[in-house]
């Protein structure tokens, strides 16, 4: 079992290390199956719990960072047309971490890119894994502290409007299924955790 982080609660130490014993895959090949921009896919071979063989087909990925900023009980949404959705979405300013770089750091770099928004200091609140069954990406999700505004300026290919929308209409839309994306979710419930 990986190490965890101090703190961490001993009912999730005890849960994860005693679930491990009978359910690990042993990693038997890896064939690269694919290689673009901002990730990469390869399939794996496996011994199964049971010993029996089995295949995973798995996408690589440096994962991303997003910023919950909030003003006047209201979180800071982009909105942007998704292809892979073929919808728009409404989701916290993120993006994708660059190979070796600092999760915080990717944040505010996005944070400013898309918003303009500059903060004093970033407080990690979460670290999401939307598909842990076959990829390894993580987002890491930062509260802002100390907001200032300056000029955006966001990617040649990104095109972005910049929302401010109440938490709690975040918190609805998201019980609706409106607002799908796990970071934005989360986000809004960090937000909404340190108004209390």
């Known amino acids: 079992m990986p190490s965890l982080p101090n703190g961490t609660p001993k009912s999730i130490i005890d849960a994860l290390s005693s679930a491990a014993e009978g359910l690990e895959e ?8 694919w290689e673009g921009n901002i990730f990469r896919i390869s399939q794996l071979d ?6 029996t063989p089995g295949v995973r087909d798995i996408v690589w990925h440096h994962g991303g960072a997003g910023v919950a900023a909030v003003r006047d009980g209201k979180l800071c949404l982009v909105k942007q047309w998704r292809v892979a959705l073929d919808r728009m979405t409404l989701e916290i ?12 750091v990717c944040a505010a770099r996005e944070l400013a890119e898309e918003t303009g928004l500059v903060a004093e200091s970033l407080e990690f609140v979460a670290s999401s894994a939307g598909a842990p069954g076959f990829t390894n990406e993580r987002t890491r999700i930062f509260l802002a502290h100390g907001l200032s505004t300056h000029p955006a300026h ?15 209409d ?7 299924g409106v607002i799908k994306d796990a970071k934005t979710i989360i986000a809004a419930y960090a937000a909404l955790a340190a108004e209390m």
């Open 154 to 168: 966001p990617d040649p290919d990104e095109f972005v409007d910049v929302l401010w929308v109440p938490v709690e």
């Open 93 to 104: 300013p993120a993006g994708k971490i660059d190979a070796g770089e600092d999760p915080a």
């Open 170 to 176: 975040v918190i609805a839309a998201s019980r609706l």
């Open 46 to 51: 496996v011994e199964q719990p049971d010993g």
């Open 26 to 33: 042993r990693v038997i090949k890896e064939r690269p199956m």
